[in-house]
């Protein structure tokens, strides 16, 4: 995750405590505040409304990175002990993410134990190389996209190599009619990460959602398998993963 989308995930999620935050995410948005903190410190009222502008963005950020550790985020209070309290809080928020699932959510890396996505076993020989092809989960059987609701209505799309986009952009390869309500350009893709597909939010107006109604961060890998429902902007656009 690079510094901008770092700080707009961090603004996008303002006062959201629940969830898990990256390292990147958490460090970027770090040195972005101390950036513009420095700077308006020739300013002072400026400085000061920057301050609390930036108080709970800066307390959610930790909280979710602490959750990132497999940490409540309660440990944020260490900081009200003078100078050992603080040294404790930034080496937690150094550690990586905890592999797989916890109880604060999904790993936000996409990757469970040994760098292989729990939800699928785990893989313990190491990382697999990023966009590895999709291997058949059945015989004669591969991953692909069927659309339930909406102008694509009953057509299925196989989930290559090279993954899928979506959008009204001609560039992509599931191309749905421009003006379709709640559809950006281009709006999200599925790709392959660690061998495993998982669907990612391309920065669209109106947010890619799961079936259960969650929105996906943008640029936030979400694991996906056979029977994992997505929609586009709203419910009239309506996909499912398959096996074919």
């Not at 709640?182 to 495993?196: E, P």
Request: aromatic share 12%.
């Amino acid at each position: 995750m690079g510094m901008g989308d770092a700080i707009k995930n961090v603004f996008k999620n303002y006062m959201n405590f629940d969830g898990r935050a990256r390292r990147s995410e958490f460090w970027y948005f770090m040195l972005f505040n101390g950036l513009v903190s420095t700077v308006l410190m020739l300013i002072l009222p400026l400085w000061a409304i920057w301050q609390l502008a930036a108080l709970i963005p800066t307390l959610t950020v930790s909280w979710r990175r602490l959750h990132d550790t497999g940490r409540s985020g309660a440990y944020w209070c260490l900081n009200f002990l003078p100078i050992v309290g603080s040294i404790l809080f930034i080496i937690m928020c150094t550690e990586d993410s905890k592999p797989g699932d916890n109880v604060y959510g999904p790993n936000p890396k996409g990757i469970g134990a040994g760098g292989y996505p729990a939800q699928f076993g785990g893989y313990n020989g190491g990382t697999m190389p990023v966009n590895t092809p999709p291997q058949p989960r059945q015989q004669n059987s591969f991953l692909g996209v069927r659309c339930l609701a909406g102008p694509l209505q009953g057509q299925t799309y196989t989930v290559g190599t090279q993954g899928l986009s979506f959008g009204t952009d001609v560039s992509n390869m599931v191309r749905l009619p421009a003006g379709t309500p709640g559809v950006s350009r281009v709006h999200c893709a599925i790709r392959w990460q660690q061998g495993v597909p998982v669907l990612v939010d391309l920065g669209s107006t109106y947010g890619t959602f799961m079936g259960d109604e969650r929105r996906l961060p943008r640029e936030y890998p979400e694991r996906v398998a056979a029977g994992s429902r997505f929609y586009l902007g709203g419910r009239g656009v309506l996909f499912e993963i398959v096996n074919i």
